[in-house]
């Protein structure tokens, strides 16, 4: 069985058995996908290792395609890894890390991954912790209220969006499986969802430009992906993804038969 699931920010409530009864009948061999903002990798030392361990210990395996609220400092320090066709970061055995511009073979279906997005909760800037006014402008920010901003390294990375490269190779990807595959996993929606969910509708990046290419070029079956924090059906491929954990191949939204407390 293959799962998806939305936005976690470090909160994996929704695995525990009481939300998510149909573990009890999963294996390492089943695997559960989370459309970025994971948060499992996010301080990038030992406070990770309880969190992750007992990620590991659950009976599925987890992967996630990246976010915009990822420590890509301390991912980029994981072993990269040949999963199932595609390259992976492994955080432990079965919690992975779905590297952008990649084709996995999963139960006989292709999955492309393409994590990455700009973050919109930084209006007030992004701070440098080197910088000679650092603690001056932290303060004044701390003192304003509803202040959005981050920390470059500490809570913003400009990872957050894709490099040529890893375009370069996901067309590479895509070329070499005729632009062919089953299934879709971004944490970004294309800029023409975006319009239709009333999201960041102004904003028209490259990863935007890519995805209307794979729209009109890819042959695919469902695309889903996280971000916009709400779980919605969009007619007729389109998944937003959130609290739900959805397996890809049921045409209907469906809900475990006890619901997580609400995220944080």
Known sequence: MIYVTG???????RFQ?????????????????????CGGVWFGDSRDDETLDWLERLPFTLAFVCGNHENYDALERYPVAEWHGGKVHRVRPHVLHLMRGQIFELEGCRFFTMGGAK????????????APDFERSLMMLQRKPRARYRVNHISWWAQELPSDEEYAEARRSLDAAGWQVDYIITHEPPASLKDCLGVDVQQRLEIHTFFEDIIKQCQYRKWFFGKCHMDRF????????????????????????????PEE
């Open 7 to 13: 936005d976690c920010h470090g909160n994996f409530r």
């Open 119 to 130: 973050s919109h909760d930084i209006e007030d800037g992004i701070l440098e912790p080197d």
């Open 17 to 37: 058995s009481e939300y998510f009864p149909e573990q009890a009948n999963m294996t390492k061999d089943d695997t559960v996908i989370i459309t970025g903002d």
């Open 234 to 261: 969009i007619p007729m491929k389109f998944y937003a993804m959130f609290e739900d954990v959805l397996p890809v191949e049921s045409e209907n939204r469906r809900r475990s038969r006890k619901q997580a407390p």
